[in-house]
């Protein structure tokens, strides 16, 4: 049998990204920048597996969900976008902080949540607005 990739749709202000949830612990690395690096080196045939069709289509983006390695932090992202890995990126920040909090990955409070993410250039503190167990601003 082959791998089971979970992913979560999701989209900021129309942008799509492919949340893609346990697959965090594939990617090798001590912090989150050697993780960057890990997927540029040995993940790009995945990258584009996932993002292009016929399972994507030409503006679709990515996030990886990873452990955290930061104290404090809720979760790691290491970003795929079409052409390449980027260290970060706002909409898939976006993107993240709504499948995380919508599928209870992370605890959600309302009417904020703040969430705090490792990515490879630093923590990123999001604010997630939330109403009735849905994300409606972040």
């Known amino acids: ?10 989209h900021a202000a129309g942008e799509a990204g492919r949340v893609i949830m346990n697959m965090g612990d594939q ?3 001590d912090t989150m920048a050697e993780r960057f690096e890990y997927v540029k080196a040995n993940m790009q045939d995945f990258r584009q597996f996932i993002l292009r069709e016929p399972r994507g289509f030409p503006s679709l983006c990515g996030v990886f969900i990873t452990p955290p390695v930061t104290p ?5 992202i290491v970003v795929l976008e079409q ?16 499948a995380m ?10 009417p904020i949540t703040v969430v705090r993410l ?19 601003a972040v």
Do not use: Q, W
């Open 1 to 10: 049998m082959g791998t089971v990739v979970e992913t979560v749709e999701a």
């Open 27 to 29: 990617i090798k690395g």
């Open 72 to 76: 404090g932090a809720d979760y790691g």
């Open 83 to 98: 052409g390449a890995f980027t260290p970060m990126s706002g909409s898939n920040t976006i993107c993240s902080v709504t």
């Open 101 to 110: 909090l919508e599928t209870g990955r992370v605890a959600m409070t309302e």
């Open 118 to 136: 490792d990515t490879a250039v630093g923590v990123v503190t999001a604010n997630a607005h939330c109403k009735d167990g849905k994300v409606t």
